[in-house]
């Protein structure tokens, strides 16, 4: 079994990958373009480009050494060539760029669907609540662009290159000691890469100041947070919290920036010497006898596209190098969805009939990154066809058993056992086909009614029935009738017609969700009623009865989580949880003649409304 904590390490958790595997994924990149012929004539543009710039340094030596002869026709031919091969150079640099935005764009797209797509494939919900893997993901969703980049980088180094080298040709037929200053840039390429490498470590370290930044000030435009925000005056200190965040990550940045340009300009130091010494021997040569004014223009136009060639080399290669690192992005994403997935690689199918019911021995369980276990030696019997209850003080662990049970989670010692097969072993998928819920912090999710309960069950979300049955069943069918177009009516302010529903009725539309599930094994009700009123609450859970006779008729269980005490007695066995463990078992007469924290928790509630 893969170790969760090593999932997602402490620190930066982005290997690098061999160069093979960071060439296959540019190449995969690329072809997700879906459009193969557009890199080709990208490929053919650059080759032009490439023939066109060292036709144009030819030609205008050949301009000015048959105007200095009076050879007016040879003058006229060259000039003519030139022209040409202008005209060639700017009209195939204009295609190949816009191959290249198309391209990025659509591969953008796509990349960042991929992201998402892997994200979703883990099974559990681990690399959800780490921050670092949330810094790898913000850097990923944009990751389309520098990819493709880096492709077309790796083209245009391919032109550089062969560009450099015409220009030492060009260079040695003038003098052959000219053929040195290309040679200069080396440096100034290779530093340019390690440049880029403090400008991708400082993207890194900037991610968490940049997403609270985020978070804060997109708080300002979010309703239920306006309100607070206007309520406590406090959108100045947030705003400021902000600014303080956003100014971190820039000097972050800046740094990283600064410590890139300082590593680029020593580069450039031999190059300038050499560039200054190159055009210096040129005139010596011409004073001498032994150059033409060709030669002289020829050299110093050739000298001067060297330093843009360079130039051009270094931040291409800067560009090569955060397409790799992207690469080493998305191959650890990749590595961490099969990862993930070899956590979940149990195949066992669980049963259609719960007979005994869900056995916890020994349970332990730790978040990732926490310095104490939430769940600490957790042993308990959900039996088979029963309403179980979980109650405790907030922290006590309930949301995490929840989890657990659910397998976002899997425990780091024991076992979960459904009817005497360890969840471990069952086929996720098919475990999670018999379970159904809502959770404490429940989505609400803006589309139609229709599609908003039926999301809980895919395969008949489109059947009007079978949603107006789940909304009958979690006492909401007094919404259908409000909402305009019945269940037709999109719900949320996404939509410009959509029904803004309260606090209560989004919680209302969850439970409902949860109940398009026929017959689950397990039903899980986090915290169902927080938002309800005693009315809503209290006729909610005398559908709960009828939602409970329905689950046992094969032996499924109803887990209610709840801090509401009239709720809670009702449920057939109750589970006090206290400091990630049991601290008593039984029903609500039981527990209420001990002395525990549950007859505690019962009477002051209570006599707070007594
Ligand atoms: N993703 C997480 N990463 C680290 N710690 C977490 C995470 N989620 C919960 N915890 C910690 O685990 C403990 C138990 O949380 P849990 O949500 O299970 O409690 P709960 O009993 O459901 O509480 P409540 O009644 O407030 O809903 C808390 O101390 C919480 O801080």
């Keep these: 079994m893969v170790d969760k904590h090593q999932l997602i390490p402490d620190g930066d958790p982005v290997p690098q990958v061999p160069l093979r595997r960071r060439l296959a994924i540019l190449r995969a990149a690329v072809l997700r373009g879906g459009r193969p012929g557009r890199m080709r004539t990208a490929v053919l543009m650059i080759v032009l480009v490439t023939l066109a710039g060292a036709a144009i340094s030819l030609a205008v030596k050949g301009m000015v050494d048959g105007a200095a002869d009076g050879s007016w026709g040879y003058a006229l031919t060259a000039a003519g060539i030139a022209a040409f091969a202008f005209g060639v150079n700017a009209a195939c640099g204009r295609v190949y760029n816009d191959a290249h935005d198309a391209l990025a764009a659509t591969v953008g797209a796509r ?44 083209a245009d180094l391919a032109s550089l290159a062969f560009r450099i080298l015409i220009a030492v040709a060009l260079l040695g037929w003038v003098h052959p000691l000219l053929m040195i200053v290309p040679l200069l840039a080396v440096p100034a390429v290779l530093l340019a890469g390690k440049a880029q490498s403090h400008i991708e470590d400082a993207a890194v370290t900037s991610a968490e100041r940049v997403r609270t930044a985020d978070h804060l000030h997109g708080l300002f435009t979010h309703p239920t947070a306006a309100m607070e925000m206007r309520i406590f005056d406090c959108a100045d200190a947030l705003d400021r919290r902000s600014d303080e965040a956003w100014r971190d990550a820039a000097a972050l940045k800046l740094r990283g920036a600064v410590r890139a340009a300082a590593v680029g300009a020593a580069g450039w130091v031999l190059l300038v010497g ?107 019997h959900l039996p088979a066809g029963r309403t179980v209850a979980i109650v405790g003080v907030n922290g006590a662990g309930k949301t995490t058993l929840v989890k657990l049970l659910c397998g976002f989670h899997r425990p780091d010692a024991g076992r979960i056992e459904v009817d005497g097969t360890d969840l471990a072993d069952l086929g996720i998928a098919a475990w999670r086909a018999r379970l159904s819920g809502t959770f404490q912090g429940f989505l ?56 803004e529903l309260s606090g209560g009725q989004w919680q209302k539309v969850a439970v409902a969700r949860a109940m398009m599930h026929p017959q689950p094994l397990l039903l899980v009700l986090d915290e169902p009623t927080a938002a309800l009123d005693p009315i809503a609450e209290h006729a909610l859970y005398e559908r709960y009865v009828g939602a409970a006779a329905r689950v046992r008729e094969n032996g499924g269980i109803v887990l209610l989580v709840s801090h509401r005490f009239s709720s809670v007695r009702m449920a057939d066995l109750i589970v006090v949880l206290n400091a990630g463990g049991i601290e008593d078992v039984g029903s609500h007469d039981d527990l209420i003649g001990r002395p525990g924290s549950y007859a505690r928790m019962f009477r002051k509630q209570a006599a707070a409304f007594a």
């Design 444 to 499: 609400r999710l803006e589309a139609t009614a229709q599609h908003s309960v039926g999301a809980g069950r895919p395969a008949v979300m489109d059947d009007a029935a079978e949603v107006g049955e789940a909304l009958a069943r979690a006492d909401a069918e007094h919404l259908l009738a409000r909402w305009p177009d019945g269940l037709a009516t999109p719900l949320g302010r996404t939509y410009r017609e959509g029904e």
């Design 111 to 154: 990349i960042n669907t991929d992201t998402v797509r892997l994200t979703n494939e883990m099974p559990g919900t681990d690399h959800l609540e780490r921050p670092e893997y949330a810094d790898q993901i913000a850097l990923l969703r944009t990751g389309g662009g520098p990819l493709v980049r880096a492709a077309f980088s790796i």
């Design 274 to 380: 050499g560039y200054t010494g190159g055009l210096l021997l040129v005139v010596a040569e011409a004073r001498a006898g032994r150059a033409s004014a060709g030669d002289i223009l020829m050299a110093a136009q050739v000298l001067i596209q060297l330093r843009g060639n360079v130039s051009a080399m270094a931040a291409t290669t800067r560009q090569v190098g955060a397409g790799l690192r992207m690469a080493d992005r998305y191959a650890w994403l990749a590595d961490r969805a099969e990862a993930a997935k070899a956590q979940y690689a149990g195949t066992a199918e669980p049963p259609d009939v719960l007979r005994d019911g869900i056995r916890l021995s020994g349970v332990h369980f730790t978040y990732p990154g926490a310095p104490q276990p939430t769940l600490d030696g957790v042993d308990l």
